[in-house]
């Protein structure tokens, strides 16, 4: 993990300016995420978090599940997938090698500060199509993180 700053980080803030405004299109109840892919300092992927068809739900599901439920409890499609997806779509050549930037807002479209990388199934996703780097935001900074290391440390969960 490499924690950015001066040039580098106020580039990733632009970046995360345009991850914010995606996750705002999140109709989740519980938190708004937002991701960009990015490559050559074009932006060739970006999605939310959402209900699949970004369908409005009555309710959250995730507090009803058991805790030994075994599959990913969320009812959205996450953030970083639906970015992968679109990327795939529009400019699949252009993946290797990209850096995706993922942000989190709460319910009051606040930047709520990324922890420690969890995702398993974005990052496994992530490494398949080739995306060389994550980027969060954390407490202490903008981290960018090579892939594997960001998927190794989600099992470390």
């Known amino acids: 993990m490499k924690i950015l700053q001066g040039k580098e980080f106020e580039e990733a803030e632009q970046y995360f300016k345009i991850a914010i405004e995606i996750a705002s299109l999140s109709k989740c109840l519980r938190a708004k995420s937002g991701a960009i892919i990015v490559k050559d300092i074009s932006v060739i ?5 959402s209900p699949p068809r970004n369908k409005s739900i009555e309710r959250c599901l995730k507090p009803e599940l058991p805790l030994d439920f075994n599959s990913d409890k969320t009812c959205c499609i996450h953030a970083e997938d639906r970015a992968i997806r679109d990327a795939l779509r529009h400019s699949p050549e252009k993946i290797p090698g990209s850096r995706l930037y993922y942000i989190r807002l709460d319910l009051n479209d606040k930047i709520a500060f990324a922890g420690n990388p969890y ?20 407490e202490d900074g903008i ?4 892939t594997k290391e960001y998927n190794q440390l989600s099992y470390q969960r």
């Open 119 to 138: 995702c398993t199934w974005c990052s496994k996703t992530a490494l398949d199509v080739g995306i060389a780097e994550f980027v969060l935001w954390h």
């Open 45 to 49: 992927g970006m999605g939310f978090n």
């Open 143 to 146: 981290c960018v993180y090579d």
